[in-house]
């Protein structure tokens, strides 16, 4: 199944991605979510993309890896939007940060971290609302901050959160059963 699903999406987020030849930009890109839908993503902080770490899927659910994207900043403070319509299902503190977790339609999760934010778990959003503030404290970003941005699938896999702009890796997962 997840083969499919994430073969599916990667097919549909990456037709609708800018032309191979313009990196994406902060603007909005309309995904085509089904033949009467679209959803729209953008980048969750202003400016030219800057990825200072890619996603880097672990070879087992519980192995090594990156689940996300670093997105450098110029320093903490810097607001963060959420990247498309949905409703924050999580804001709060996980161990030493503040995480904001979005639940999308089509059963897509993007998550933001670290985070200052003062979002009450099921409040709506669009593409674009402030979600909250970058605090420091990422570690391995060789910018003033960086934002961890990760993009899971509600069964748990994990895609790479670019894909949303027309600019990821794609995988294939095995499926299982």
């Given at each position: ?62 192995g090594r ?24 299902s999580h ?18 999760r993007t ?67």
């Amino acid at each position: 199944m997840r083969t499919v699903v994430t073969a599916a999406l990667s097919a549909v987020l990456l037709a609708a991605g800018p032309p191979a030849s313009a990196p994406p930009t902060p603007e909005t890109v309309v995904v085509a979510g089904s033949p009467t839908t679209a959803e729209r993503f953008r980048l969750p902080l202003d400016g030219p993309p800057r990825v200072s770490r890619r996603f880097d899927p672990p070879s087992l659910p519980w192995g090594r890896g990156h689940r996300g994207v670093d997105l450098q900043a110029v320093g903490p403070g810097v607001t963060v939007y959420a990247a498309g319509a949905g409703t924050v299902s999580h804001a709060g503190r996980i161990v030493d940060r503040g995480v904001v977790s979005i639940s999308h339609p089509g059963g897509f999760r993007t998550t933001y971290e670290p985070l200052d934010t003062g979002l009450p778990v099921g409040a709506t959003v669009v593409a674009g609302t402030p979600i909250g503030v970058l605090a420091d404290g990422h570690r391995g970003c060789p910018a003033g901050a960086c934002l961890h941005w990760g993009l899971r699938q509600h069964d748990g896999g994990y895609l790479d959160p670019l894909l949303l702009l027309g600019d990821g890796r794609t995988r294939l997962l095995p499926t299982h059963g």
